[in-house]
Nanobody, 126 residues
Framework: VQLQASGGGSVQAGGSLRLSCVASGLTSGYYGIGWFRQAPGKEREGISF????????YYTDSVKGRFTISRDRNKNTVYLQMNSLKLEDTAVYYC????????????????????WGQGTLVTVSS
C-alpha cells in the first residue's frame, strides 16, 4: 500500500490550494481516508475524513466551511480543497488510510490509520 500526498505550497491568506492523495494497493476491504496536519510545535490533528463509498465526510470545526474533502474512486484519489486559508492553516498535511468495517464509515481516531503518505507542506503567509 502506498499513499502519495501532493499539492502543498505557499499561498497568501485568503487563498486556496487543493491537496491530492493518490492511494495504491487498497484492494481488499473498505478504507476510510483522512487528512491530518501538524503545525510547527503542535501535535498532529485529524481535520477531515471520508468514507470508502457514499461520500460520508467529517470536518473538524477549525476547517468546517472552508475545506472540502472528496474522493474519486476511479482515480484512487482523495482531494482536500482548501479555501479561505488562514495563517493558522500552515502545517505539514498528511493523508492516511484506515481499514473500516463499512463502506459508509470513517474513523476519526488517528491510531486506526495504518497507512500514511509522506506529507506535503502548506505555508500560508500574510
Amino acid at each position: 500500500v502506498q499513499l502519495q500526498a501532493s499539492g502543498g505550497g505557499s499561498v497568501q491568506a485568503g487563498g486556496s490550494l487543493r491537496l491530492s492523495c493518490v492511494a495504491s494497493g487498497l484492494t481488499s476491504g473498505y478504507y476510510g481516508i483522512g487528512w491530518f496536519r501538524q503545525a510547527p510545535g503542535k501535535e498532529r490533528e485529524g481535520i477531515s475524513f471520508i468514507s470508502n463509498s457514499f461520500g460520508v465526510t467529517y470536518y473538524t470545526d477549525s476547517v468546517k466551511g472552508r475545506f472540502t474533502i472528496s474522493r474519486d474512486r476511479n482515480k484512487n484519489t482523495v482531494y482536500l480543497q482548501m479555501n479561505s486559508l488562514k495563517l493558522e492553516d500552515t502545517a505539514v498535511y498528511y493523508c492516511a488510510a484506515a481499514k473500516t468495517y463499512s463502506a459508509r464509515y470513517y474513523s476519526t481516531r488517528e491510531r486506526d490509520y495504518i497507512y500514511w503518505g509522506q506529507g506535503t507542506l502548506v505555508t500560508v503567509s500574510s
